[in-house]
């Protein structure tokens, strides 16, 4: 790109061909503004561009057709859009493994051990400040699916294309969280070893929260206790011979 940016005649072969099309020159300079006479074309144009009109074989030999996500601002991009081609053939169910990835990112927003992680969904309730100790709720993952949201009306002119997932909970699939491509963006970087501060998350996944409010208020059978001096336990209700116990191991 930086080599084209320095000749501009050799530039339009990079892109496709569209008779009629609006000069992409109109597309960069604000309204009121002279288009430069310089030869030198912007990055930001170039990249624009590449983005919209750019042809996959002038890009490199091991450029494919889709080259175009390597260029958005999500790394995710590429998972999201391979599972929605599964969307136009009627597939609204998506695979389980990345559901277990979802629920894994969720649960490291809240920063706990993932050694739970296998086979929960966990979420932190809130702390007291008169103790040290934390609990921790754990959901089977079995409980959770994903699925692309479905339209409730349906286009007659346009193909119907999700523009959101929901994890959903329970047989009522109640609490439900909407996962849009950035929060999609920001649970895969979680479930991948990202970290952002409180504020940080606060800001740009506040409704996440509802979500887990909603799970805490859901029953739950087991849980997991962490003390700073005592160590890390998972408790379990069960009912052994008529009589409801409390069994409490020590977490490996």
């Not at 084209?4 to 099309?21: D, K, Y």
């Not at 400040?129 to 286009?155: C, I, N, Y």
């Not at 119907?160 to 009522?172: C, I, S």
């Amino acid at each position: 790109m930086a080599a084209a940016q320095r000749s501009s005649p050799n530039i339009e072969p990079l892109f496709v061909a569209a008779e009629g099309r609006i000069p992409h020159a109109a597309l960069f300079f604000e309204p009121g503004t002279r288009a430069s006479t310089s030869e030198e074309v912007s990055h930001e144009e170039l990249r624009r561009r590449a983005f919209f009109e750019g042809r996959a074989e002038n890009w490199g030999p091991s450029t494919g057709e889709s080259f175009w996500l390597e260029m958005t601002p999500f790394r995710s991009m590429r998972k999201w859009v391979e599972n929605l081609v599964r969307s136009r053939l009627g597939r609204w169910a998506l695979p389980e493994n990345l559901c277990g990835l979802i629920c894994r990112g969720v649960s490291l927003t809240d920063n706990v051990p993932e050694e739970l992680l296998d086979r929960y969904l966990a979420v932190r309730t809130a702390s007291s400040p008169k103790t040290d100790l934390v609990v921790v709720r754990l959901f089977d993952l079995s409980d959770f699916e994903l699925v692309w949201e479905q339209a409730k009306t349906r286009a007659t002119v346009f193909a119907e294309l999700p523009t959101a997932m929901l994890l959903q909970y329970g047989a009522r699939f109640d609490p439900t969280l909407e996962i849009s491509a950035d929060l999609f963006e920001l649970l895969i970087r979680f479930a991948e070893g990202y970290r952002l501060g409180s504020e940080e998350l606060e800001g740009i996944a506040g409704h996440l929260q509802l979500f887990k409010n909603r799970l805490l208020a859901m029953p739950a059978t087991e849980v997991c206790l962490l003390h700073p001096t005592l160590g890390q336990y998972t408790a379990r209700q069960r009912l052994i011979e008529g009589i409801r116990q409390i069994v409490l191991e020590v977490l490996q």
